[in-house]
Protein backbone atom coordinates (compact mmCIF):
# COMPACT_ATOMS: atom_id res chain seq x y z
CA UNK A 1 0.00 0.00 0.00
CA UNK A 2 1.45 3.24 -0.65
CA UNK A 3 2.88 5.26 2.70
CA UNK A 4 0.32 8.04 1.78
CA UNK A 5 -2.43 5.89 1.40
CA UNK A 6 -1.44 4.01 4.61
CA UNK A 7 -1.82 7.10 6.83
CA UNK A 8 -5.16 8.23 5.35
CA UNK A 9 -6.39 4.16 5.94
CA UNK A 10 -4.88 4.92 9.53
CA UNK A 11 -7.20 8.15 9.81
CA UNK A 12 -10.24 6.79 8.71
CA UNK A 13 -10.19 3.85 10.97
CA UNK A 14 -9.44 5.72 14.45
CA UNK A 15 -12.14 8.01 13.20
CA UNK A 16 -14.50 4.96 12.08
CA UNK A 17 -13.99 3.24 15.47
CA UNK A 18 -14.77 6.45 17.30
CA UNK A 19 -17.76 7.45 15.08
CA UNK A 20 -19.29 3.39 15.53
CA UNK A 21 -19.13 4.15 19.82
CA UNK A 22 -20.51 7.64 19.79
CA UNK A 23 -23.44 5.58 17.83
CA UNK A 24 -24.89 3.79 21.06
CA UNK A 25 -25.06 7.18 22.81
CA UNK A 26 -27.04 9.55 19.83
CA UNK A 27 -29.61 10.76 22.15
CA UNK A 28 -26.97 12.54 24.21
CA UNK A 29 -24.85 13.92 21.80
CA UNK A 30 -24.30 17.92 21.47
CA UNK A 31 -25.80 19.08 17.98
CA UNK A 32 -26.06 22.21 16.37
CA UNK A 33 -27.75 23.06 13.50
CA UNK A 34 -25.42 25.00 10.55
CA UNK A 35 -28.43 26.26 8.05
CA UNK A 36 -31.50 24.69 7.49
CA UNK A 37 -31.65 20.62 8.03
CA UNK A 38 -27.85 20.82 8.15
CA UNK A 39 -26.68 19.38 11.30
CA UNK A 40 -23.27 19.18 12.88
CA UNK A 41 -22.40 17.02 16.14
CA UNK A 42 -19.46 16.79 18.79
CA UNK A 43 -18.64 13.38 16.92
CA UNK A 44 -18.50 15.32 13.22
CA UNK A 45 -15.84 17.49 15.59
CA UNK A 46 -13.90 15.02 17.31
CA UNK A 47 -13.51 12.45 14.54
CA UNK A 48 -11.86 15.74 12.18
CA UNK A 49 -10.26 16.46 14.75
CA UNK A 50 -8.16 12.98 14.94
CA UNK A 51 -8.16 12.48 11.43
CA UNK A 52 -6.02 15.89 10.83
CA UNK A 53 -4.37 15.40 13.57
CA UNK A 54 -3.13 11.92 12.43
CA UNK A 55 -2.37 13.05 8.69
CA UNK A 56 -0.68 16.12 10.22
CA UNK A 57 2.13 14.39 12.56
CA UNK A 58 2.60 12.07 9.63
CA UNK A 59 3.08 15.17 6.95
CA UNK A 60 2.82 18.25 8.89
CA UNK A 61 3.72 20.47 6.20
CA UNK A 62 0.38 19.08 4.11
CA UNK A 63 -2.46 21.40 3.58
CA UNK A 64 -6.32 20.41 4.76
CA UNK A 65 -9.14 20.81 3.72
CA UNK A 66 -12.16 19.88 5.73
CA UNK A 67 -15.85 19.96 6.06
CA UNK A 68 -16.03 21.33 9.83
CA UNK A 69 -12.60 23.35 9.91
CA UNK A 70 -12.19 24.42 6.79
CA UNK A 71 -8.72 25.00 4.57
CA UNK A 72 -5.74 24.92 6.77
CA UNK A 73 -1.87 25.41 5.24
CA UNK A 74 -0.53 25.92 1.99
CA UNK A 75 1.05 22.84 0.35
CA UNK A 76 1.05 21.18 -3.35
CA UNK A 77 -0.57 18.29 -1.06
CA UNK A 78 -3.97 18.45 0.43
CA UNK A 79 -5.90 16.45 2.38
CA UNK A 80 -10.06 16.76 1.57
CA UNK A 81 -12.21 15.22 4.69
CA UNK A 82 -15.61 14.51 5.35
CA UNK A 83 -15.43 13.08 8.86
CA UNK A 84 -18.46 11.74 8.67
CA UNK A 85 -20.43 11.95 5.82
CA UNK A 86 -24.43 11.08 6.38
CA UNK A 87 -24.64 12.82 9.50
CA UNK A 88 -28.50 12.76 9.32
CA UNK A 89 -28.16 9.19 9.13
CA UNK A 90 -25.91 8.54 11.94
CA UNK A 91 -28.38 11.15 14.05
CA UNK A 92 -31.31 8.83 13.28
CA UNK A 93 -29.97 5.86 14.23
CA UNK A 94 -29.41 4.37 10.34
CA UNK A 95 -26.25 2.63 9.74
CA UNK A 96 -25.19 4.17 6.60
CA UNK A 97 -22.99 6.79 6.86
CA UNK A 98 -18.61 7.00 6.20
CA UNK A 99 -15.56 9.00 6.34
CA UNK A 100 -13.95 10.27 3.78
CA UNK A 101 -10.42 11.47 3.31
CA UNK A 102 -8.89 12.10 -0.10
CA UNK A 103 -5.05 13.77 -1.26
CA UNK A 104 -5.10 15.89 -3.60
CA UNK A 105 -1.27 16.42 -5.29
CA UNK A 106 -0.75 19.65 -7.39
CA UNK A 107 -5.04 19.65 -8.50
CA UNK A 108 -4.96 15.45 -8.72
CA UNK A 109 -6.40 12.95 -6.69
CA UNK A 110 -4.18 10.55 -5.88
CA UNK A 111 -5.38 8.93 -2.94
CA UNK A 112 -8.36 7.99 -1.43
CA UNK A 113 -10.29 6.22 1.32
CA UNK A 114 -14.14 5.72 2.53
CA UNK A 115 -14.86 3.79 5.16
CA UNK A 116 -18.30 2.50 6.31
CA UNK A 117 -17.94 1.67 9.84
CA UNK A 118 -20.89 -0.24 10.69
CA UNK A 119 -19.84 -2.62 7.74
CA UNK A 120 -16.50 -2.49 8.20
CA UNK A 121 -16.27 -2.11 4.38
CA UNK A 122 -12.97 0.17 3.71
CA UNK A 123 -12.83 1.61 -0.05
CA UNK A 124 -10.06 2.37 -0.93
CA UNK A 125 -8.10 4.06 -4.32
CA UNK A 126 -4.39 5.08 -4.99
CA UNK A 127 -4.11 6.59 -8.68
CA UNK A 128 -2.95 4.28 -11.52
CA UNK A 129 -3.34 1.29 -8.96
CA UNK A 130 -6.82 0.32 -8.87
CA UNK A 131 -9.61 0.62 -6.42
CA UNK A 132 -10.54 -1.97 -3.92
CA UNK A 133 -13.10 -3.02 -1.07
CA UNK A 134 -11.04 -4.36 1.47
CA UNK A 135 -8.62 -6.70 0.13
CA UNK A 136 -10.65 -7.16 -2.74
CA UNK A 137 -10.10 -5.69 -5.66
CA UNK A 138 -13.47 -3.71 -7.20
CA UNK A 139 -14.98 -2.72 -10.46
CA UNK A 140 -17.87 -0.85 -11.92
CA UNK A 141 -20.79 -2.66 -13.01
CA UNK A 142 -21.09 -4.13 -16.46
CA UNK A 143 -24.51 -3.75 -16.80
CA UNK A 144 -25.14 -1.81 -20.71
CA UNK A 145 -29.28 -1.49 -20.36
CA UNK A 146 -30.29 2.10 -18.73
CA UNK A 147 -33.73 0.20 -17.85
CA UNK A 148 -31.66 -2.19 -16.41
CA UNK A 149 -29.84 -0.24 -14.16
CA UNK A 150 -29.98 1.02 -10.23
CA UNK A 151 -29.24 4.31 -10.03
CA UNK A 152 -27.91 6.23 -6.60
CA UNK A 153 -29.00 9.88 -5.80
CA UNK A 154 -28.85 12.42 -2.98
CA UNK A 155 -32.29 14.94 -2.92
CA UNK A 156 -31.44 18.56 -2.60
CA UNK A 157 -31.99 19.50 1.41
CA UNK A 158 -30.48 22.67 2.22
CA UNK A 159 -30.22 24.51 -0.95
CA UNK A 160 -33.44 24.58 -3.31
CA UNK A 161 -32.18 27.02 -6.34
CA UNK A 162 -32.42 23.56 -8.78
CA UNK A 163 -35.03 22.22 -7.26
CA UNK A 164 -37.04 22.59 -10.32
CA UNK A 165 -34.23 21.23 -13.29
CA UNK A 166 -33.72 18.23 -10.69
CA UNK A 167 -37.23 17.15 -10.15
CA UNK A 168 -37.48 16.95 -13.99
CA UNK A 169 -34.43 15.70 -14.02
CA UNK A 170 -35.78 12.93 -11.20
CA UNK A 171 -38.93 11.61 -13.16
CA UNK A 172 -37.24 11.19 -16.43
CA UNK A 173 -34.89 8.69 -14.51
CA UNK A 174 -37.39 6.93 -12.48
CA UNK A 175 -39.25 6.31 -15.48
CA UNK A 176 -36.44 4.95 -17.65
CA UNK A 177 -33.97 2.84 -14.86
CA UNK A 178 -34.82 0.12 -12.86
CA UNK A 179 -35.15 2.09 -9.49
CA UNK A 180 -33.54 4.67 -7.87
CA UNK A 181 -31.71 4.70 -4.17
CA UNK A 182 -31.23 7.92 -1.68
CA UNK A 183 -29.07 6.13 0.86
CA UNK A 184 -27.63 9.45 2.15
CA UNK A 185 -24.05 9.28 2.23
CA UNK A 186 -22.90 10.64 -1.28
CA UNK A 187 -19.74 9.26 -0.51
CA UNK A 188 -20.62 5.40 0.14
CA UNK A 189 -22.81 6.00 -2.65
CA UNK A 190 -20.02 6.33 -4.85
CA UNK A 191 -17.70 3.82 -3.59
CA UNK A 192 -20.84 1.43 -3.95
CA UNK A 193 -21.20 2.40 -7.46
CA UNK A 194 -17.15 1.90 -7.46
CA UNK A 195 -18.24 -1.42 -6.75
CA UNK A 196 -20.60 -2.27 -9.18
CA UNK A 197 -23.61 -2.02 -6.23
CA UNK A 198 -25.10 1.15 -8.31
CA UNK A 199 -24.46 1.14 -11.81
CA UNK A 200 -24.86 4.78 -11.70
CA UNK A 201 -25.13 7.39 -9.44
CA UNK A 202 -25.84 11.54 -9.95
CA UNK A 203 -26.32 14.41 -7.18
CA UNK A 204 -26.16 18.17 -7.34
CA UNK A 205 -25.36 20.60 -4.56
CA UNK A 206 -22.62 18.68 -2.99
CA UNK A 207 -18.97 19.64 -1.59
CA UNK A 208 -15.35 18.98 -2.39
CA UNK A 209 -14.95 16.38 0.74
CA UNK A 210 -18.46 14.73 -0.09
CA UNK A 211 -17.10 13.88 -3.58
CA UNK A 212 -13.11 13.80 -3.73
CA UNK A 213 -12.68 10.06 -2.11
CA UNK A 214 -15.53 8.64 -4.18
CA UNK A 215 -14.51 9.92 -7.63
CA UNK A 216 -10.92 8.67 -7.52
CA UNK A 217 -12.76 5.07 -6.62
CA UNK A 218 -15.04 5.61 -9.68
CA UNK A 219 -12.07 6.03 -11.91
CA UNK A 220 -10.18 3.95 -10.55
CA UNK A 221 -12.56 1.02 -10.99
CA UNK A 222 -13.23 2.37 -14.69
CA UNK A 223 -16.17 4.23 -14.21
CA UNK A 224 -16.51 7.71 -15.40
CA UNK A 225 -17.06 10.32 -13.31
CA UNK A 226 -17.75 14.16 -14.53
CA UNK A 227 -20.32 16.59 -13.67
CA UNK A 228 -23.89 16.46 -15.27
CA UNK A 229 -22.82 18.25 -18.72
CA UNK A 230 -19.77 15.67 -18.75
CA UNK A 231 -17.28 17.96 -18.05
CA UNK A 232 -15.01 17.80 -15.11
CA UNK A 233 -15.19 20.46 -12.95
CA UNK A 234 -17.62 18.25 -10.89
CA UNK A 235 -15.28 18.93 -7.63
CA UNK A 236 -15.68 22.64 -7.30
CA UNK A 237 -19.74 22.86 -9.00
CA UNK A 238 -20.90 20.38 -6.59
CA UNK A 239 -23.09 18.68 -9.57
CA UNK A 240 -21.62 15.13 -10.23
CA UNK A 241 -22.60 12.14 -12.59
CA UNK A 242 -20.84 9.21 -12.49
CA UNK A 243 -20.95 5.48 -13.48
CA UNK A 244 -19.75 2.63 -15.38
CA UNK A 245 -19.11 3.64 -18.90
CA UNK A 246 -22.08 3.05 -20.81
CA UNK A 247 -24.90 3.58 -17.79
CA UNK A 248 -23.02 7.18 -17.93
CA UNK A 249 -23.41 7.97 -20.72
CA UNK A 250 -27.35 7.01 -20.50
CA UNK A 251 -27.98 9.44 -17.71
CA UNK A 252 -25.95 12.46 -19.13
CA UNK A 253 -28.01 12.27 -22.23
CA UNK A 254 -31.46 11.80 -19.77
CA UNK A 255 -29.91 14.82 -17.44
CA UNK A 256 -28.89 17.15 -20.80
CA UNK A 257 -32.67 18.29 -21.98
CA UNK A 258 -33.02 19.38 -18.23
CA UNK A 259 -29.90 21.95 -18.27
CA UNK A 260 -31.16 24.48 -20.14
CA UNK A 261 -31.54 26.99 -17.99
CA UNK A 262 -27.80 25.82 -16.31
CA UNK A 263 -27.50 24.82 -12.66
CA UNK A 264 -26.71 27.21 -9.63
C1 LIG B 1 -24.31 14.91 3.04
C2 LIG B 1 -24.47 13.51 2.49
C3 LIG B 1 -25.72 13.40 1.65
C4 LIG B 1 -25.78 14.42 0.57
C5 LIG B 1 -25.54 15.81 1.13
C6 LIG B 1 -24.24 15.88 1.93
P1 LIG B 1 -23.04 15.33 5.40
O1 LIG B 1 -23.11 15.03 3.79
O2 LIG B 1 -23.37 13.16 1.66
O3 LIG B 1 -25.87 12.14 1.04
O4 LIG B 1 -27.01 14.35 -0.09
O5 LIG B 1 -25.59 16.76 0.14
O6 LIG B 1 -24.08 17.18 2.45
O7 LIG B 1 -23.59 16.70 5.61
O8 LIG B 1 -23.83 14.28 6.06
O9 LIG B 1 -21.57 15.24 5.64
CA1 LIG C 1 -20.78 15.09 3.47
CA1 LIG D 1 -19.97 15.56 7.11
Redesign the pocket.
Given at each position: MHPMLNIAVKAARRAGNLIHRAADNIDHLTVAKKSHA?YVSEVDQAAERLIVQTLLDAYPTHAILA?EGGAQGQSEYVWII?P?????NFLHGIPQYAVSIALQHNGVLTQAVVYDPTKNDLFTATRGRGAYLNDKRIRVSKRKEIEDSLIGT?FPYTRFENMDAYMDIFKDVMQKTAGLRRP????LDLAWTAAGRYDGFF?T???PW?IAGGALLISESGGIVSDLAGNQNFLTSGHICAGNPFVHEHLLKIIAPHLTDGLK
Amino acid sequence: MHPMLNIAVKAARRAGNLIHRAADNIDHLTVAKKSHADYVSEVDQAAERLIVQTLLDAYPTHAILAEEGGAQGQSEYVWIIDPLDGTTNFLHGIPQYAVSIALQHNGVLTQAVVYDPTKNDLFTATRGRGAYLNDKRIRVSKRKEIEDSLIGTGFPYTRFENMDAYMDIFKDVMQKTAGLRRPGAASLDLAWTAAGRYDGFFETGLKPWDIAGGALLISESGGIVSDLAGNQNFLTSGHICAGNPFVHEHLLKIIAPHLTDGLK
